[in-house]
């Protein structure tokens, strides 16, 4: 019997990976081509740039147990973030991709699985959901601006951080990067896996509720056909766009 989909949420993985793709591509045209965007590198680019990200790493987060085999997939998408990383620091040196948001991805769903796997093997019950939802919402905003070494959120800073936790590059996985760090796409575990808690959370609370969750069957086709290979678009869209950009004599 042909499993059943969450068309609805296949459609919102779509509609932000076109969001996605159209970010990159003006990135390209700003940093690499070399062409000016004043409202891009403001504010609203800023603010486009952040739903983005917190979309699909939330949404991500509600769908860690909607997946069959949640263990491969995070070493799938793992996997994605390492070959990722290996390409930009072999062809595009300046716009290197370390700890990237497939990294995150990756990570966040393998801790998932161990954190689960333990919590069964040793009998708990259920941390209550409505309180993990609170509490990963807390821990994110509390944290956003860690990598930059403080507690707090965005121009909110609650207090420094201590700076030996910054002093090298082996902490920069989890959110302290060192001197001289640099990555084009990084999403540290600290502060973004509490975004992705948050989203399974969010499952929880509502996931057994079967009049919630059969109104995310329907969907819209094209975006849920882009949204169920959101993966290979991810990999094979910067390549597409560097393309289009030669064949328009932009390169």
Known sequence: MKEKRYHLLDSLRGLLLINMVAFHAIYDIVYILGIPIPWYTGLPGYIWQQSICWGFIFLSGFCFRLSRHPLRHGLVVLGAGLFV????????????????VLWLLGLAGLVQCLVWAVWNKLGYPPFPAVWGLILSLLAFFLTRNVPYGWLGFQSIQIAPLPPALYSGQWLALLGFPGPGFYSADYFPLVPWFFLYLA??????CIGSQRQIMDKLRPGIRPLAFLGRHSLLIYLLHQPV????????GMR
């Open 85 to 100: 990383s290996l390409v930009t620091c072999i062809a595009m040196p300046s716009q290197a991709i370390l700890y990237g």
């Open 241 to 248: 766009l560097m393309g289009i950009f030669t064949l328009l």
């Open 199 to 204: 989203g399974y959370f969010l499952w929880r």
